[in-house]
Every structure is written in structure tokens, then in C-alpha cells.
């Protein structure tokens, strides 16, 4: 059973202290993370769907692409993404006050330009 152990040590160990292993990983973990676990749906998928639906329920998630239809302990996710989704939406259509202070100086020099 050493010799099993030695052998294997022998032939990985080395791979693992190479330099060029520790830049690249062996492994490589996908960052977009499952949400639905019933049916491997990820957080990338779900978000763009939302997005591009503009989504509101949980329900229509799900019958677009099946997220949340099976035991619903993604739901409360979902539903976050949703809140998310909105949020940014409805912060986007908001000016901010200084662009609106800036619109509103321009609208006043065009009506009365400075005469200098």
C-alpha cells in the first residue's frame, strides 16, 4: 500500500508545486452561482431574464425559465433579484439634482442671455 501512496505522491505532488499551476488553478470554479437547485438554473440567468422581461413576480420567473416552479426555496432570492431589478430601474428614470439644476441654468440663459 506504500508503494501505491509513494507512486501517486511521485506523480501529483509535483504538478501541484509547479509555478504555472498556481496562475491557472487546476480546478476552475464557475462564478455564476446556482440558484434553483430543482433545475441548475444560476443567478446570471434568473437576473437576465428579470431585466430583459421586466419581471415583477416570481411567477413569471418560473415560466420563463423554470426557476422557483419546483420546491421554492429559491423564491425568497428570486424575489430579491426582483426587488433589485426594480430598484435600479426606478433610480435610472430619476435625474439626480444636479443634472436638474444644470437643465434648469441652461433653460434660464437661453431665455435671457447675459449681455456683457
Not at 15 to 20: A, I, M, S, T
Not at 32 to 52: A, G, L, M
Amino acid at each position: 500500500m506504500n508503494t501505491i501512496i509513494n507512486k501517486i505522491l511521485k506523480n501529483f505532488i509535483p504538478h501541484f508545486l509547479d509555478q504555472e499551476m498556481k496562475t491557472e488553478p487546476f480546478i476552475k470554479i464557475e462564478e455564476d452561482e446556482i440558484i434553483c437547485n430543482c433545475f441548475q438554473i444560476t443567478e446570471n440567468t434568473i437576473r437576465s431574464h428579470i431585466s430583459k422581461n421586466d419581471i415583477k413576480q416570481i411567477e413569471d420567473v418560473t415560466s420563463i425559465c423554470e426557476a422557483g416552479g419546483n420546491c421554492g426555496s429559491c423564491h425568497i432570492l428570486i424575489q430579491l433579484f426582483i426587488d433589485q431589478n426594480k430598484h435600479q430601474k426606478t433610480s435610472e428614470q430619476v435625474p439626480s439634482e444636479t443634472s436638474k439644476s444644470k437643465n434648469n441654468g441652461r433653460f434660464w440663459k437661453k431665455l435671457f442671455p447675459a449681455n456683457d
